[in-house]
């Protein structure tokens, strides 16, 4: 177990819930809590045991829930209050944990704070957020602003779109000749801090178990070594660690190595900041990743790289060791296309086997356990491309695939138009569907202790444009090996004999796969696109 860190995190299998797309229950064409609650045995069926939610709060929804405008509200669009907390006791009821999404960094320009920051008169907000002197002060190329929409004679700086002004965290960096930029310790950013921890604490006492946090890494300016962001994370994380221990904290931050020890529980490896896990799935050139590679892993041509992923990875695993996880992730609402795009069944199958066998906490985004697939879309509430890996969730082969009675025009996001596409309904009737194929790792992974988040993880075999890519993971007296083949072509490779003293345990092996005996030790054979997992001797 890692110290200080909630046991429950070692099983801990999370998936990814777009409220505004998963299930409508009041039949306005927008997904909401009563839906969720509604589908929570669905949820329980997968075996997962932690959910992350969008953000759900009061917003204009300019960027979707991004731009809070009361941290205190969950949006009517959604619900209420009070159907949240019943979605927290609902929840706890199927020994399923949930996440909020924190966006600390900023808020929207409908904020009752940014509102009363934005006026001539100095009041108790005015430092709330970062201003600097005048509209006519020469821009800072590190920090956008946005001038000529306040009442006060300055700019307000913005964290992502125009209207997400930035919270005042102070700046690690100052300058006497520009006063604006104030320090860590000035009154209005301990001010906000304060604040934040108050939101925290509001929906932990309603029945919260932690909380995603947007954009992590952005708090504190001109940080650039990200000392004074992380030492704020550092002091949230003792609060909790005192006063809601069973709590955790997930960074996006893309730097394990920075955020776990920052006092995260775990960090995402992003499309934004971690080419090795883009290079797992995309091809060079390919949607948002023009600085990938040529060939991903799982690809059949069996061209991809393995090493450029794991050695980005083990530099994370050892900085983070003991101290936090690394979550993998199957896609997010940021993330496309989706994972299905340009796949079949057998390569995503073998996805999810690697996903649910290596360490740290892995997330499954709503509707990647039946494979849905990204569709073009305009821009809908800030989404641009992002928009088409949001749409609702596909539960039966009926209108609107079961997400909503309203009319198709009136819903969030129109539903995948396709005659073949993937549903729940009718995965859950086929044994061998990937779904069900989801269900049955995920239930491996909780009845193995060498699966466990903490487990040890050591490299048997993994080399550049060969396969495949062979693995062990340990706890206690269990250990497991698992192998991955990825192309359209068999697979073999000679491991030491000291890998297993006695014949392994076939745990997840298909027909034609074999580890049998050799003069070095033993040979390992996979067929095409498959992956077996063993249970080996101590």
């Known amino acids: 177990m890692i110290k200080n860190s909630p046991a429950w995190l070692e099983k801990a299998v999370f998936y990814q819930i777009y409220p505004q797309s998963f299930f409508d229950a009041n039949d306005d064409g927008i997904g909401d809590i009563p839906g969720i609650i509604h589908k929570l045995d669905y949820i329980a069926s997968l075996g997962v045991n932690a959910l992350w939610i969008n953000p759900c709060f009061v917003s204009p929804f300019d960027d979707a829930g991004y731009d809070v405008a009361d941290y205190y509200q969950v949006a009517p669009r959604y619900g209420t209050n009070d159907d949240l907390a019943r979605l927290f006791a609902e929840a706890k009821q199927r020994g399923i944990r949930i996440l909020l999404d924190l966006v600390p960094g900023h808020t929207s320009i409908e904020h009752p704070w940014f509102k009363a920051s934005q006026k001539h008169e100095p009041n108790p907000y005015s430092d709330y957020y970062v201003w600097n002197s005048s509209i006519w002060e020469v821009p800072q190329p590190d920090l ?78 001109r940080d650039p070594f990200k000392h004074e962001t992380a030492r704020f994370w550092r002091g949230i994380r003792d609060w909790l660690d005192q006063d809601y221990p069973e709590a955790v904290l997930v960074a996006e931050w893309g730097d394990p190595a920075r955020a776990i020890p920052a006092g995260f529980h775990a960090d995402f490896m992003l499309g934004f900041n971690n080419p090795g896990w883009v290079s797992l799935f995309r091809k060079r050139g390919e949607g948002r990743w023009r600085d990938a590679y040529a060939w991903p892993f799982f690809d059949s041509s069996g061209h991809g790289d393995i ?14 060791y003991n101290q936090g996880y690394i979550a993998l992730i199957t896609g997010n609402h940021d993330e496309t296309p989706r994972l299905a795009d340009g796949r079949d069944a057998a390569q995503l199958k073998l996805v999810y086997l690697f996903l649910l066998t290596m360490p740290g906490t892995p997330f499954i985004y709503y509707g990647d356990e039946i494979g849905m697939r990204f569709q073009p879309l305009p821009s809908k509430e800030g989404g641009y491309v992002r928009t088409g890996a949001r749409t609702p969730m596909q539960w039966t ?20 138009p396709s005659a073949d596409r993937p549903s729940v309904a009718a995965q859950e009737a086929d044994p061998d569907s990937l779904l069900n194929r989801v269900r049955a790792l995920v239930k491996l992974r909780q009845s193995l202790t060498a699966l466990d988040a903490d487990a040890d993880f050591t490299v048997v075999y993994a080399e550049s444009g060969k396969l495949p890519f062979v ?67 101590e």
């Open 144 to 221: 956008p602003i946005v001038r000529g929409l306040s009442q006060r004679d300055a700019a307000y700086v913005t964290n992502f779109f125009s209207f997400q002004p930035a919270l005042n965290y102070g700046f690690a960096q100052t300058n006497p000749e520009q006063a604006w930029m104030q320090p860590v310790d000035a009154p209005g950013p301990q001010q906000v801090r304060q604040e934040i921890k108050n939101v925290m604490k509001f929906w932990l006492d309603l029945g919260a178990n932690g909380f995603r946090v947007d954009m992590a890494a952005s708090l504190v300016k």
């Open 307 to 320: 090493r450029q992923f794991l050695d980005e990875y083990l530099y994370h695993l050892e900085a983070s």
């Open 397 to 416: 082969d009926e209108p609107n695939a079961g997400f909503s009675n309203a009319l198709a025009e009136d819903l969030y996001l129109p539903v995948d």
């Open 471 to 537: 693995y062990t993971r340990a706890k206690g007296s269990q250990r497991v090996l698992v192998a991955l083949n990825p192309a359209a072509r068999p697979a073999s490779v000679e491991i030491p004999g000291e890998i297993n003293p006695t014949d392994p345990v076939a745990l997840d092996v298909p027909e034609s796969a074999s580890l049998t005996r050799s003069a070095g030790g033993w040979t390992l054979t996979l067929p095409p696109v498959s992956g077996a997992t063993y249970q080996l001797s």
